[in-house]
């Protein structure tokens, strides 16, 4: 028996995930990010990460093996950058403070930790496409992180 689309949304949304802003650069040089919520350690031996990116999104189409990205860990007052990169605003960096990463990513201001990787291999996963990175440069700051739960964005207490 099928789960619904909306089933399954209501039971995932039970699980309290962590905040990301995904990011890299077109071929043109052009800064994009989306936020993710779909992100995991895969291996310490060697350091990989996984991304889950919708087809339909943004960025999607700018990763491919041998490309660079980063993934930016949202700090607990980074609410209104989880919302901005999550829409459809063309210029989502306008007013952002970034810095480029090793890789050339854009890595954002006051994020908790900066992942940067390049795509070492890509595989299909229904209506998304699930990219594994290769770790090669990392920066971890205190604070407390941005997480989101059944649909709403949350603090640790």
Avoid: W
């Amino acid at each position: 028996m099928a789960v619904s689309k909306d089933e399954f949304r209501r039971a995932m949304g039970s699980f309290t995930s962590g905040v990301n802003i995904v990011t890299t650069r077109s071929q043109e040089n052009a800064m994009l990010g989306i936020t993710v919520s779909a992100f995991s350690s895969l291996s310490l031996e060697p350091p990989l990460i996984l991304i889950c990116i919708d087809k339909r999104a943004s960025l999607h189409d700018h990763l491919s093996e041998g490309r660079h990205f980063a993934v930016n860990i949202l700090a607990e007052d980074q609410q209104s950058l989880s919302a901005r990169f999550a829409s459809r605003d063309a210029d989502r960096f306008n007013g952002i403070k970034c810095v480029e990463g090793a890789n050339g990513s854009p890595l954002i201001e006051g994020a908790l930790a900066h992942i940067e990787c390049r795509v070492v291999a890509a595989y299909p996963g229904g209506d998304h496409t699930i990219y594994v990175g290769e770790v090669e440069a990392t920066q971890v700051t205190d604070g407390n992180p941005l997480a989101y739960f059944r649909g709403r964005y949350s603090r640790l207490a």
